[in-house]
């Protein structure tokens, strides 16, 4: 019969196996992670100086103008240019410029005439290199201008009197200024404003001047043939420089759709102008009346 002695409860501690201390390895990785340092004013000057990575600010109008007229240049050099980069060129040149004219101005439906023109029969190279200077002469017209970085407006037009008078910038062609004040004298409702026609009363011209121009509503500018003027690229005849002046004052004062040119064959136009109304004619300005009568109808005279 086997022994029925009732067991050590203490026997297991006797022959069990002591474990092994931890090693300082294992003590180590269970440690908790330290905070992150904060840190130092030596590293906080380091980040504050590398260049952070900043988009660049949109291009002005001139010069996206300029790269536009130096890809035209490298089309006519190497020789590209075709019916389709032709189209394509004016066709964005209209969109840059277009925030800065009335799409019903001369100088807009121009452009729009020579898109459409290129995309039927196409131009030569002496057309696209004249039109390519044009646009390189706006884009230099803006540069000195207040208004390059914005392409915006850089003054407003004063509030429209209310007359009828109707101002005719004249030079040298006293008799088609007469023949124009003769024509808007028909309709009664319309003033013409002559300045040889006005008495002086002693007053200096340009006071003279602005006080019977400032109560006007239009203005006809006669840009004939007066003076001939020696350049770099040769011989010219333009407007005498009173007409440049005054044409300029009332661009300032009513704003270009209220200005007209009647530019006479044979007269350079200066490319500040560009974007004013112009009617063009050879020697007689009466070969023009129903044109000039349209622009009276367009600013509400008749």
Not at 40 to 66: G, W
Not at 113 to 137: P, Y
Not at 168 to 177: F, M, T, V
Request: with cysteine; net charge neutral; glycine share 6%.
């Amino acid at each position: 019969m086997p022994d029925s002695k009732p067991p050590d409860p203490f026997s297991w501690w006797q022959f069990r196996k002591p474990e092994p201390p931890p090693s300082v390895l294992d003590i180590l990785k269970n440690l908790p992670a330290p905070p992150p340092a904060a840190p130092t004013a030596e590293a906080l000057i380091r980040t504050a100086s590398q260049p952070q990575s900043i988009s660049a600010p949109p291009k002005s109008i001139t010069d996206r103008l300029k790269d536009h007229v130096a890809f035209g240049s490298r089309l006519l050099r190497e020789k590209k240019l075709t019916k389709s980069s032709s189209t394509s060129w004016i066709a964005r040149v209209r969109v840059l410029i277009q925030p800065m004219f009335d799409g019903r101005t001369p100088y807009m439906k121009g452009l729009e005439d020579l898109r459409k023109r290129c995309g039927s029969s196409g131009i030569t190279e002496e057309e696209f290199h004249l039109v390519l200077e044009r646009v390189a002469d706006f884009a230099d017209f803006l540069e000195g201008t207040a208004g390059v970085a914005s392409g915006s407006p850089v003054s407003r037009a004063s509030r429209i009197p209310v007359s009828r008078n109707v101002f005719i910038i004249h030079g040298k062609d006293e008799l088609n200024a007469r023949r124009l004040a003769d024509y808007l004298r028909e309709d009664e409702s319309v003033i013409p404003i002559v300045m040889m026609a006005r008495p002086g009363m002693s007053r200096p011209l340009t006071d003279k001047f602005e006080d019977e121009a400032s109560k006007c509503v239009l203005a006809f500018a006669l840009f004939t043939a007066d003076d001939l003027v020696n350049s770099d690229r040769g011989e010219y005849q333009q407007a005498r420089p009173n007409v440049i002046y005054e044409t300029g004052w009332f661009i300032g004062r009513l704003g270009k759709t209220r200005v007209v040119l009647l530019l006479q064959s044979g007269a350079e136009m200066h490319t500040d102008l560009q974007g004013v109304s112009r009617i063009h004619f050879e020697h007689d300005v009466r070969e023009k009346f129903q044109d000039i009568h349209r622009e009276l109808k367009a600013a509400s005279l008749c």
